[in-house]
């Protein structure tokens, strides 16, 4: 298993911006940049549902919901992905998880709050 730090979360009112950070402290650049690295969140009452991904290979798929206003990145050599979500609605109040997936491993962070509220 990975672990994964998250960090970032809080509150902030409808129509704001958050971003969220993980980073995998353990691993080393020739370890993390073998993993698809993605944010999943899971608001109260519901399934835990993929947000964005990006590949080893650079490649990034994003939700439709969130389309336009989040943006994954990842910056190898420092082993860390960011979640950037601006024009935030109520609806992306969730705990948002960091995910790291490689062959047989898949990995979760411990999760960080967001709230969207006014």
């Known amino acids: 298993q990975v672990r994964l730090v998250e960090s970032g979360g809080g509150s902030v009112q409808p129509g704001g911006s958050l971003r969220l950070s993980c980073v995998a402290p353990?691993?080393?650049?020739?370890?993390?940049?073998?993993?698809?690295m993605a944010w999943y969140r899971q608001a109260p009452g519901k399934q835990r549902e993929l947000v964005a991904v990006?590949?080893?290979?650079?490649?990034?798929k994003v939700t439709d919901s969130v389309k336009g206003r989040f943006t994954i990145s990842r910056n190898n050599s420092r082993k860390t992905i960011t979640l950037q979500m601006n024009s935030l609605e109520s609806e992306d109040t969730a705990v948002y998880y960091c995910n790291a997936q490689r062959d047989s491993i898949n990995s979760w962070g411990q999760g960080t709050q967001v709230t969207v509220s006014s």
């Open positions: 990006m590949s080893t290979n650079g490649i990034t």
């Open positions: 353990r691993l080393i650049f020739s370890e993390f940049i073998q993993y698809d």
